[in-house]
């Protein structure tokens, strides 16, 4: 017979959990494009496989992301606070997962 209650608590803590993961690591994201960084990432070069952008494509991306970045309205102070924020966004991601590993490895509690 399934205990109903101690399945909705656990339930409610992974679902709890998955939503502070994601909403700290989106917002993280977020602020670290207003404040000038953009997270651009080049594709992966892999033989034999097709490739998804061509060198043009990359270079326009990152014409476009130097572009923004200079038409921020932000003030410097104002894209220093927002970069500090998403680094702070991130550590909290970051401290939520190893969290989770502790709670999930029963090696770690001895």
Avoid: N
């Amino acid at each position: 017979m399934i205990d109903w209650g101690s399945f909705f608590i656990v339930f409610l803590a992974a679902f709890i959990s998955t939503v502070v993961v994601v909403s700290a690591y989106s917002l993280g994201l977020r602020l670290l494009s207003i404040s000038g960084r953009v997270p651009l990432v080049e594709p992966a070069e892999f033989t034999d496989a097709i490739t998804v952008m061509s060198a043009k494509e990359i270079a326009a991306a990152a014409k476009h992301a130097r572009k923004a970045a200079k038409k921020s309205p932000l003030s410097a102070g104002q894209k220093q606070a927002a970069f500090i924020g998403a680094w702070a966004c991130f550590v909290v991601c970051a401290c939520a997962v190893l969290y989770g590993i502790y709670l999930i490895v029963p090696a770690l509690h001895s």
